[in-house]
């Protein structure tokens, strides 16, 4: 099967974020990873002391171990590190980090993102490519990595920076 595809544009951040809870009115942002297409990347721990979900305590509390810092840091640290230029964000299943990204911004309108206000939903991009979305799992038998020539063994699923990673590799490998 073929997975080349050929991208609108060059100005993109690959991100992932972990969060205490799948729903977003509760929820808030634990970690959040950026990659930028060269590789250079940013992780940040957010200082959180509300409650998490059950499986968050199991899967990701434990992953968590950088210093923590309060949001307007983390807000200030994003925005140096993203730039003026309003690259697209990409995610792997956009619906959550976004959401999750729009609280920690408290965004009342597009121009208070960092990112440019459509963010690509790389889950929609391997559907239009007629590849199963969620065969992107590592651990699913049909996962198309070994055909792209990426491993991904040497990633922590669930962890925002290493996502971000893999997302970044799998899409470098698609445009090639």
């Known amino acids: 099967m073929q997975y080349k595809f050929n991208p609108y544009s060059k100005n993109i951040i690959f ?9 977003p009115y509760e929820g808030e942002i634990l970690s959040i990873g950026l990659v930028k297409l060269n590789g250079d990347s940013l992780y940040l721990e957010l200082d959180h002391k509300g409650p998490v979900d059950k499986w968050v305590k199991k899967n990701i509390l434990p992953t968590l171990n950088a ?3 309060k949001s307007t840091k983390a807000i200030k ?4 590190f993203v ?6 964000a990409v995610t792997y299943v956009n619906q959550y980090d976004i959401i999750y990204l729009h609280k ?5 309108n597009i121009d208070d993102l960092p990112f440019y206000w459509i963010p690509i939903d790389f889950a929609s991009v391997l559907f239009g490519n007629g590849i199963n ?5 590592p651990s699913d038998k049909s996962n ?11 990633f922590n699923l669930h962890n925002a920076l290493d996502d971000a990673k893999l997302l970044r590799e799998v899409y470098i490998a698609m445009v090639k």
Do not use: A, Q, W
């Open 15 to 23: 991100f992932d974020t972990e969060f205490s809870s799948n729903d």
């Open 133 to 137: 979305p969620k065969s992107y799992y």
């Open 67 to 69: 210093e923590k810092v």
């Open 144 to 154: 198309f990595f070994k055909e792209l020539g990426v491993d991904s063994s040497k």
């Open 83 to 88: 730039g003026k230029k309003k690259p697209f």
């Open 104 to 108: 920690l911004f408290k965004s009342k």
């Open 77 to 80: 640290r994003i925005k140096k």
